[in-house]
């Protein structure tokens, strides 16, 4: 499921894979998607407020606000482990999760890890992968959460 959200900029929807389960067991995760961007609004008092509003019309620099949102059923409901795969568009810059139990890939979901334990290629030689790098986010939601039986993931990105 694809989105537009203007200006070239597509919101992904994620994946759910089961992780201890056949792959049947993931059609009993319903997600649902929202895309939102961060604005500073002047206040009354003269600062700035920061608000969000649904993602429409973008600018480079924008800082995105991703929320995946599940809720389980069946097999699911009774806490199988499972996991939530979001590929980032192109045109955004991850920057992080709001929970930090997140794994990243660097190229394109082949591997993962935590952002500080990843290196890139880089003109012959290797560096620490950056946020910039991230190609994909994902959760791997344990048996103890999944059997509360909704809840969301969160993380934020900035327009190229």
């Known amino acids: 499921m694809r989105c537009s959200l203007g200006l070239g900029i597509t919101a992904v ?12 067991a993931a059609e ?6 929202s895309v939102f961007v961060e604005r500073a ?6 600062r700035l407020s920061r608000v969000l509003e649904p993602a429409r019309a973008l600018r480079k620099g924008d800082r995105l606000v991703y929320v995946v949102a599940w809720r389980t059923a069946g097999r699911q409901a009774e806490g199988e482990r ?17 929970d930090g139990r997140e794994e990243v890939s660097i190229d394109g979901g082949r591997t993962w890890g935590q952002i ?28 103890e959460l ?15």
């Open 146 to 160: 999944a059997q509360a039986g909704s809840g969301r993931l969160t993380f934020s990105g900035i327009v190229r």
């Open 28 to 33: 009993r995760v319903a997600l649902a998607h």
């Open 116 to 143: 500080g334990n990843l290196r890139v290629r880089d003109d012959g030689g290797w560096r620490n992968a950056s946020a910039e790098d991230v190609t994909h986010v994902r959760w791997n939601v344990p048996r």
């Open 82 to 98: 499972f996991t939530i795969t979001n590929p980032l568009p192109r045109s955004v810059a991850y920057q992080r999760s709001a």
């Open 13 to 24: 929807a994620a994946v759910v894979t089961a992780s201890a389960a056949p792959l049947h």
């Open 41 to 46: 609004i002047p206040a009354a008092d003269g």
